[in-house]
């Protein structure tokens, strides 16, 4: 058999590889509006500088030194080697060079499955490395002996912290280590001082990382309180506006969210590590088993059902096949395998045939502002798609660059309403979908601003542009559209 050594450089090798493949696909609406954010974090009064988003700061750093969408794509890629690295460290340690083996590999495979929206680099991306990598030092505090055990639980708690930081919801390091360390204490109580001291070390370090980055943010401006209001009290208001006022789209996007669940592997690998936590109750199994519960929970009860919220479920599932590769029947084994290789393989060559087109118009609508436009031009897009204004090389004089936040914290458009009116409203205004649009209370005041302040000058791609009635442009001319 190949050496572990041998293995898994091969394997992070092939990953990198069909990850090149995507490089080239259009920018994603996070990608786009995370990049705008982060360039934006230097000037304004909003929570980040210019903008508001309802993410954590790290996140915004992360943007905010990546600076370009490939160099952004080439942290994702890195990210995902290094969680590569980390599920097959955590495998290791629970169960030898087999188990390393197993989930190294369903790590790689699963890093470069489009249908978990690998190409775009988003939160779950890059906070899948301080995810892997505390599951394997709480492994290293908990089955490992040694005297200091404290050492790996602080740097879990660390990672953990870190995490969080990139994404609220993103706690998975934190629960494995709980679970596992309780676990263990409650099985052999001859380690339940060894629990203890790991609990106490990870959870000091998860309060002081946190506390280091507030206190940065804070720094640039972006206090403690209002971070608290967007990362919590926000997304319970967002939730009862989905619930209202949500277009048929969400419940087609839960729809494709579950088929991906069950088509990519990630359903039966959830079943059966339930099974095996049930029946053995070994606590890196149960650890695992509770981490794959609470991310599903999270996807699912935050409403807005995208399928990159199951990359979140790779490095816990990933760990789970190494850690029951070896205790299934081979034949079950090899059928599960081929089966969850042959989706993956037919997911990418479909993908590569047939490009997916999301993007695509975001991409031809941006180029043709640019073509149009002159450098110090900004625009407004209703309601969201900054991806529109990354391809377009512009700002935005609105904080507000998804359509969420628009719905749930103006939705009677009276700030955007104010920015039409105001003395550095934008050059151009996209209409995208509609100003009467799901969860808009009342567009009557813009509608009025809008046709005071602005005149509509083309079509493109189905989407109106409109030009600000003091500018002079010559817009450019058709487009491709896809």
Same mark, same amino acid.
């Given at each position: 058999?190949?050496?572990?050594?041998?293995?898994?450089?091969?394997?992070?090798?092939?990953?990198?590889?069909?990850?090149?493949?995507?490089?080239?696909?259009?920018?994603?609406?996070?990608?786009? +509006?995370?990049?705008? $954010?982060?360039?934006?974090?230097?000037?304004?009064?909003?929570?980040?500088?210019? #903008?508001?988003?309802?993410?954590?700061?790290?996140?915004?750093?992360?943007?905010?030194?990546?600076?370009?969408?490939?160099?952004?794509?080439?942290?994702?890629?890195?990210?995902?080697?290094?969680?590569?690295?980390?599920?097959?460290?955590?495998?290791?340690?629970? %169960?030898?060079?087999?188990?390393?083996?197993?989930?190294?590999?369903?790590?790689?495979?699963?890093?470069?499955?489009?249908?978990?929206?690998?190409?775009?680099?988003?939160?779950?991306?890059?906070?899948? =490395?301080?995810?892997?990598?505390?599951?394997?030092?709480?492994?290293?505090?908990?089955?490992?002996?040694?005297? @200091?055990?404290?050492?790996?639980?602080?740097?879990?708690?660390?990672?953990?912290?870190?995490?969080?930081?990139?994404?609220? &919801?993103?706690?998975?390091?934190?629960?494995?280590?709980?679970?596992?360390?309780?676990?263990? %204490?409650?099985?052999?109580?001859?380690?339940?001082?060894?629990?203890? &001291?790991?609990?106490?070390?990870?959870?000091?370090?998860? $309060?002081?990382?946190?506390?280091?980055?507030?206190?940065?943010?804070?720094?640039?401006?972006?206090?403690? %309180?209002?971070?608290?209001?967007?990362?919590?009290?926000?997304?319970?208001?967002?939730?009862?506006?989905? @619930?209202?006022?949500?277009?048929?789209?969400?419940?087609?996007?839960?729809? $494709?969210?579950?088929? &991906?669940?069950?088509?990519?592997?990630?359903?039966?690998?959830?079943?059966?590590?339930?099974?095996?936590?049930? *029946?053995?109750?070994?606590?890196?199994?149960?650890? &695992? $088993?509770?981490?794959?519960?609470?991310?599903?929970?999270?996807?699912?009860?935050?409403?807005?059902?995208?399928?990159? #919220?199951?990359?979140?479920?790779?490095?816990?599932?990933?760990?789970?096949?190494?850690?029951?590769?070896?205790?299934? @029947?081979?034949?079950?084994?090899?059928?599960?395998?081929?089966?969850?290789?042959?989706?993956?393989?037919?997911?990418?060559?479909?993908?590569?045939?047939?490009?997916?087109?999301?993007?695509?118009?975001?991409?031809?609508?941006?180029?043709?502002? *640019?073509?149009?436009?002159?450098?110090?031009?900004?625009?407004?897009?209703? #309601? %969201?798609?900054?991806?529109?204004?990354?391809?377009?090389?512009?700002?935005?004089?609105? =904080? #507000?660059?998804?359509?969420? =936040?628009?719905?749930?914290?103006?939705?009677?458009?009276?700030?955007?309403?104010?920015?039409?009116?105001?003395?550095? @409203?934008?050059?151009?205004?996209?209409?995208?979908? +509609?100003?009467?649009?799901? +969860?808009?209370?009342?567009?009557?005041?813009?509608?009025?601003?809008?046709?005071?302040?602005?005149?509509?000058?083309?079509?493109?791609?189905?989407?109106?542009?409109?030009?600000?009635?003091?500018?002079?442009?010559? =817009?450019? +001319?058709?487009?491709?559209?896809?």
């Amino acid at each position: 058999m190949m050496r572990l050594r041998v293995f898994l450089p091969l394997v992070v090798l092939a990953m990198v590889g069909v990850r090149l493949l995507y490089l080239g696909e259009p920018a994603g609406r996070d990608e786009a +509006g995370f990049l705008i $954010v982060g360039q934006g974090w230097s000037h304004g009064d909003s929570l980040y500088g210019a #903008y508001w988003v309802d993410r954590p700061p790290l996140l915004i750093w992360i943007m905010e030194l990546a600076g370009s969408l490939t160099t952004l794509r080439l942290l994702g890629l890195l990210a995902c080697v290094v969680m590569v690295l980390g599920v097959a460290r955590a495998a290791h340690l629970a %169960g030898g060079d087999s188990a390393a083996r197993w989930a190294g590999a369903a790590a790689a495979l699963f890093s470069t499955a489009h249908w978990f929206g690998v190409p775009r680099t988003n939160g779950e991306m890059l906070a899948a =490395p301080f995810v892997a990598w505390g599951f394997a030092l709480a492994a290293q505090a908990m089955l490992r002996p040694g005297r @200091r055990a404290w050492v790996p639980a602080l740097g879990a708690g660390v990672l953990a912290g870190c995490a969080g930081l990139i994404k609220q &919801t993103i706690v998975d390091g934190l629960v494995f280590a709980v679970v596992l360390a309780v676990a263990v %204490g409650w099985q052999e109580p001859r380690l339940r001082r060894r629990a203890a &001291t790991v609990l106490a070390a990870g959870s000091s370090a998860v $309060v002081v990382t946190l506390g280091i980055g507030l206190a940065a943010a804070a720094s640039r401006g972006t206090g403690a %309180g209002e971070l608290f209001d967007a990362l919590v009290t926000f997304r319970a208001d967002a939730g009862e506006v989905i @619930r209202t006022s949500a277009s048929s789209a969400t419940t087609d996007r839960l729809v $494709v969210l579950l088929a &991906t669940w069950a088509a990519s592997g990630l359903a039966f690998i959830a079943a059966l590590t339930a099974w095996h936590a049930l *029946r053995r109750r070994e606590p890196v199994v149960l650890a &695992t $088993v509770a981490v794959i519960a609470f991310v599903s929970a999270a996807a699912i009860l935050g409403g807005s059902y995208w399928a990159h #919220y199951l990359f979140q479920l790779v490095p816990a599932s990933a760990l789970a096949v190494g850690l029951l590769a070896d205790r299934v @029947r081979p034949r079950l084994r090899t059928a599960v395998a081929t089966f969850t290789i042959v989706a993956a393989v037919g997911n990418l060559v479909y993908t590569l045939v047939v490009p997916p087109r999301d993007g695509t118009t975001a991409e031809a609508v941006g180029g043709w502002l *640019r073509q149009s436009g002159q450098p110090s031009d900004t625009a407004v897009v209703a #309601y %969201g798609q900054p991806n529109v204004l990354s391809n377009a090389e512009m700002s935005s004089p609105y =904080p #507000y660059l998804w359509s969420l =936040p628009v719905r749930t914290l103006d939705p009677e458009l009276s700030v955007l309403s104010d920015v039409l009116a105001g003395a550095d @409203r934008p050059t151009w205004f996209v209409d995208w979908s +509609g100003i009467d649009s799901w +969860g808009i209370a009342d567009p009557a005041r813009l509608q009025v601003q809008l046709r005071q302040h602005y005149r509509e000058v083309a079509t493109v791609c189905g989407r109106t542009i409109w030009l600000d009635r003091d500018e002079r442009r010559a =817009p450019a +001319g058709p487009v491709d559209c896809p």
